[in-house]
């Protein structure tokens, strides 16, 4: 590729440095005179980049800027958000990517992704060779239906795939010239939306039923004919078209739905990493979910395929299962019980939610409502009544709808609590003693897996792969983490629990006989070499 000249080069994001260019580069590329005196490192415009960002004063504010940043100097952008993905992780992607989805017709400056609306019906194979890039291993296709715990935002929606492109990049090193983030625009059901005079999205009610299905086939067939080798990750979708999609397309394309495997498998990793904090035996654990949807029907899934591969039958699998709905416990006299859930319908009296923790006594509690303050008090404290140590997991995200916060929990359960969310929560300390939650995100499982997969260049993605990198992420706990509270590890240590993620998901490829050509047998050394390093 010919490396753009002068001012071109300085405003190529993908190849700029900025100050950073050496006096011969500057010489070589026609610079001089369009930088300033002084050569900056990389350290030194990181420090910057930090410097302005912790100067705005709201984390929309801080978006806005980082976005800006990744729009100019890629590199720049990358590296600092792996150097401090702690601090800056929670900006680029949940909880403030919720904000910004909401107001992103109204913070928009240059467009990003691919948006396909019901118009490009026919024609969606052909305008998918307007993207610039030729070698498409990663497509984060969101219709915006279902936005984290916000509902109906549209073509708004585009932010999470852009949120999540960023994290295959930071999380797993999937060089971003690989990432294809993508909006199915198909209208928007949010009246305000539609009536919003900036709103830039298709601004009509959303197609359903067989036109709605006949553009989400047409895009699948169009990314297969383009990019063969792309990896499709559904996000976002809500619950029966996310269970459909998976199910009609996992067995024919290279695809899954992060916010059902990518959701089950980290849960699954936090569940497995309890049980040596407790001691308790995985196998004997009773888990309830407050919540019907995609995460915990997903997540109960597995649930019951880890069970089984830990010596349990699949009918004494479903047993150690509970579900809870807005009536209370699901029994098999239940009234409009999900079909996706009805075989984890108990035999059992139609208790409370108050009455069936009294009498299940379940080992852990797994929240996925997306309604805030669901986990009460009183929720805990039976938790807490019912065990030493109760697990708690408040899935739902963003913060403002998650079950119950971190303090919350700590101080109702008198510090007993093993805590984990879906949104991030900082250090608690209760009774003079620190504790540190960990998050149960997602960033700590889809980017190993679409590395893994990109990788193998596995045809498919297995319940098998979920499974086995449920077990990596538990692994990487070390002891200090649990002794502090914490069930994931530390975010500063992603990159290299994906990179472990993605060996194990190379050798369950050529396992189930998914790889079409050999694979070097030194696989931690070459799943390495494709990482990207943003550095000059």
């Known amino acids: 590729m010919t490396m753009p000249l002068g001012k071109a080069l300085l405003t190529d994001p993908v190849h700029t440095k900025s100050t950073a260019f050496t006096r011969s580069e500057r010489e070589q590329y026609g610079l001089r005179g369009l930088l300033p005196y002084d050569v900056a490192s990389m350290d030194k415009q990181k420090e910057r980049v930090l410097g302005s960002m912790r100067s705005k004063n709201s984390d929309i504010e801080k978006y806005i800027f980082l976005n800006a940043l990744l729009e100019r100097n890629q590199r720049l952008f990358y590296r600092t958000l792996i150097d401090h993905i702690q601090e800056i992780m929670p900006l680029v992607y949940t909880p403030t990517v919720g904000e910004a989805c909401k ?114 086939d047409e895009f699948i067939e169009g990314i297969q004919a383009r990019f063969p080798d792309a990896l499709i990750h559904f996000e976002d979708f809500i619950t029966p078209h996310a269970f459909e999609f998976l199910d009609y397309y996992g067995s024919k394309v290279r695809c899954f739905n992060d916010d059902i495997q990518g959701t089950a498998a980290v849960t699954l990793a936090g569940i497995y990493a309890s049980c040596r904090i407790t001691g308790k035996k995985f196998a004997d654990l009773n888990v309830m979910f407050l919540g019907t949807g995609s995460a915990a029907s ?80 009183a929720i805990i404290r039976k938790m807490t009544q019912a065990n030493q140590r109760p697990v708690i997991i408040a899935l739902s995200n963003p913060t403002s709808h998650t079950e119950c916060t971190a303090e919350q929990a700590y101080q109702w359960s008198g510090g007993q609590v093993i805590f984990a969310s879906g949104s991030p929560f900082g250090p608690v300390c209760y009774a003079g003693e620190w504790f540190r939650p960990a998050q149960g995100n997602n960033a700590y499982i889809y980017p190993g897996v679409g590395l893994g997969v990109y990788a193998s260049s596995a045809r498919l993605v297995t319940q098998r792969m979920f499974l086995k990198a449920a077990e990596i992420l538990a692994q990487s706990v070390t002891d200090q983490e649990l002794n502090a509270g914490a069930i994931y590890p530390s975010l500063t240590r992603v990159r290299a629990v994906s990179h472990a993620i993605a060996v194990t998901i190379c050798r369950v490829a050529i396992q189930e006989g998914l790889v079409k050509t050999k694979l070097p047998e030194d696989l931690d050394s070459y799943v390495k070499s494709l990482m990207y390093d943003p550095s000059y």
């Not at 291993?137 to 960023?166: C, F, H, P, Q, Y």
Request: glycine share 10%; with cysteine; hydrophobic share 40%.
């Open 103 to 216: 107001q992103f017709a109204h913070i928009f400056r240059k467009p990003q992704g691919f948006y396909i609306t019901s118009e490009d019906r026919g024609s969606i194979a052909e305008i998918l060779r307007n993207w610039p890039e030729k070698d498409v291993r990663i497509v984060v296709v969101t219709d915006g239906e279902r936005i984290l715990g916000l509902g109906d935002l549209g073509a708004n929606g585009m932010g999470i795939s852009i949120g999540k492109a960023a994290l295959y990049v930071a999380c797993a090193g999937i060089d971003p010239a690989h990432c294809m983030p993508v909006m199915l625009d198909v209208g928007t059901n949010n009246v305000a939306l539609r009536e919003d005079p900036l709103y830039l999205g298709y601004p009509y009610p959303r197609i359903n039923g067989d036109a709605y299905r006949s553009l989400v």
């Open 298 to 377: 997903g997540t109960a899934e597995l649930l019951v395929a880890a069970f089984c591969a830990a010596g349990l039958s699949e009918l004494q699998a479903l047993r150690r299962v509970w579900f809870i709905d807005r009536k209370g416990l699901l029994t098999t006299k239940s009234a409009s019980i999900k079909p996706r859930i009805q075989r984890f319908a108990q035999e059992y009296p139609e208790y409370s939610f108050e009455e069936a923790i009294d009498h299940i006594k379940p080992d852990v509690l797994i929240g996925a409502t997306g309604v805030a303050g669901t986990f009460n008090e």
